[in-house]
């Protein structure tokens, strides 16, 4: 549903309208648990913004939560009293443009009470965010340089990284996911050609990196449909399938696409399986611009049968992405962070193990099964995998070797597994969180 607190639409964009669609972003996520994309585009005031100030609105957005915990510490010793919900979100958001957007100090300032006065319910707190807002500028730095990236991951969730990969690497993690994320384009062919047109660096695995994102759609070769954006560590799950060409191929949780398109751009006859019928929408549409082709179904994966085979075993490979708490994706969703739970986490836990059973039901003899997630979660990875060899008899791990991971070889695991973390590649900008396993039907 459309936010209507902006009430009646205006002929033109208001003042400070980037920074009030920021804000009750911020508000939303936290208060609602609305993911920051819809935060943001339920609100009637952002569909008046230009393109430019739609993205400035996301860029302060995200800063904030991306940088949460430590803009609350710089903002700490200035706040006597807990200020209402969006009177707090004005001054995350704009502690987040003095402290890390290089916004001047003046203009953060009387923004942040400009909103603030728009509504007489929140106009009493402008002298006090006037004077916090200043503070900031005053001695902020100073304050934030006390603080630690680390300091803006839950306790739950560092407690759960330091653990599964030691005190260093959760550092790292937390340090790599406080950088702005670039774009990462998988192209059908020539991924040389397209990182020369597209003023990109060609990563390993034929990944064409930009550091900077911008429009997407305004880029070249899109409208040809000559690629589509897709994090490094997404694309990885297809690059180790091995040659599809001709092979009859599942993508399980198939929404919103870049795996589908991957398979078909490789070869393979592919059928593309998710319950979500809005997301799968957005598969027909980038297969119609890339041209390419798959059979697109909507279907519970758990309960899907293939009516050409209904006994299943009917795939040489199948790929399962599944539902997880994607704590990998930080830099690119940061909100996910503010939005998860331990008990999200065994919950999910308990669906990907249905669908990790259902999944290989569809595999033939001497065929092969993906398993992935976007999550930094053994209990969602390496965890997972030991449960369904247990359940699996007729199913080995195919190991994962070095020579098929290029510059990242790190990433492969003692079980011939892939672990990517967000602090690999950081001499190139990161990469998504990622987990991978292979398995082979005996």
């Not at 003023?199 to 695995?205: K, Q």
Request: hydrophobic content about 40%.
């Amino acid at each position: 549903m459309t936010d209507r607190r902006d009430k009646k639409p205006a002929t033109k964009t208001p003042k400070n309208g980037a920074r009030y669609v920021a804000a009750r972003g911020v508000q939303d996520v936290l208060e609602k648990m609305l993911p920051l994309d819809q935060a943001l585009s339920n609100q009637a005031l952002f569909t008046q913004l230009e393109t430019r100030d739609r993205g400035f609105a996301r860029l302060i957005a995200a800063t904030t939560l991306r940088r949460m915990g430590q803009i609350d510490q710089v903002l700490a010793p200035f706040i006597k009293k807990a200020p209402p919900t969006y009177v707090l979100a004005v001054l995350r958001t704009g502690a987040a443009q003095i402290l890390f957007l290089g916004t001047p100090p003046h203009a953060a300032v009387s923004a942040g009470v400009a909103l603030l006065k728009r509504s007489q319910k929140t106009a009493r707190a402008a002298g006090m965010a006037n004077a916090v807002l200043r503070r900031v500028s005053e001695q902020g730095q100073t304050l934030l340089a006390e603080t630690r990236p680390l300091d803006n991951l839950p306790k739950w969730l560092r407690v759960s990284w330091e653990d599964a990969y030691g005190a260093q690497a959760a550092r790292a993690i937390a340090n790599a996911m406080v950088q702005d994320p670039p774009l990462d384009i998988t192209v059908k062919s020539d991924p040389q050609g397209w990182a020369e047109k597209l003023e990109g660096e060609l990563l390993p695995f034929g990944t064409v990196r930009r550091s900077k994102i911008g429009d997407v759609t305004a880029l070249a070769g899109f409208d040809d449909g000559e690629w589509w954006a897709q994090d490094i560590s997404a694309s990885l799950p297809v690059k180790l399938a091995g040659d599809l060409k001709g092979k009859k191929v599942l993508d399980l949780c198939a929404a919103p696409g870049g795996k589908t398109m991957q398979l078909a751009a490789a070869g393979a006859i592919v059928t593309a399986i998710d319950k979500n019928e809005d997301r799968l929408a957005r598969v027909h549409e980038n297969l119609k611009r890339t041209k390419l082709s798959a059979d697109v179904i909507v279907a519970d994966v758990a309960k899907w049968r293939d009516p050409e085979n209904k006994t299943g075993g009917g795939y040489d490979v199948v790929i399962l992405d599944a539902p997880c708490s994607a704590t990998g994706t930080f830099r690119r969703r940061p909100d996910v962070l503010h939005l998860k739970s331990p008990a999200d986490v065994s919950s999910l836990m308990r669906v990907q193990e249905k669908l990790l059973l259902a999944a290989s039901r569809h595999v033939r003899p001497g065929g092969t099964l993906i398993y992935c997630t976007c999550s930094l979660e053994t209990r969602e990875g390496e965890q997972q995998i030991i449960k369904f060899m247990k359940n699996r008899a007729n199913f080995r791990l195919n190991a994962i070797v070095e020579e098929e991971m290029f510059s990242l070889s790190e990433a492969i695991t003692p079980q011939g597994c892939v672990r990517v973390l967000p602090s690999f590649l950081q001499e190139n900008g990161g990469m998504d969180g990622f987990f991978i396993a292979r398995f082979t039907r005996c």
